[in-house]
Nanobody, 115 residues
Framework: QVQLVESGGGLVQAGGSLRLSCAASGFAFSSYTMRWYRQAPGRERELVAMITSEGRRDYTDSIEGRFTISRDNGRNTVYLQMNSLKPEDTAVYYC?????????WGQGTQVTVSS
């Protein structure tokens, strides 16, 4: 079965960096677009970044060039490198993919940025 397992979250001071990882299994990882979403308390879940099977990347405007999404098809893993973190980046970050018409989500990893 499809599994997405995030890791790498934590508590960091403003201006710091974190790298999130999402280990995928149960599907042909290299063939699918992978996405990172986040959800802050009291807010809707929002798309942060995506990377296609060909490696094309897109980001939400609020990231302002601070985050980089990448993938390692040999390790079936997608990453989100987050630099210059701000308190407003505090959220639970989720890995996602749409496979055969169904959305799959990981359990999420908490990122907390202190001011």
């Amino acid at each position: 079965q499809v599994q997405l397992v995030e890791s790498g979250g934590g508590l960091v001071q403003a201006g710091g960096s974190l790298r999130l990882s999402c280990a995928a299994s149960g599907f042909a990882f290299s063939s699918y677009t992978m996405r990172w979403y986040r959800q802050a308390p009291g807010r809707e879940r929002e798309l942060v970044a995506m990377i296609t099977s060909e490696g094309r990347r897109d980001y939400t405007d609020s990231i302002e060039g601070r985050f980089t999404i990448s993938r390692d098809n040999g390790r079936n893993t997608v990453y989100l490198q987050m630099n210059s973190l701000k308190p407003e980046d505090t959220a639970v970050y989720y890995c996602n993919s749409f496979i055969r018409g169904r959305a799959y989500w990981g359990q999420g990893t908490q990122v907390t940025v202190s001011s």
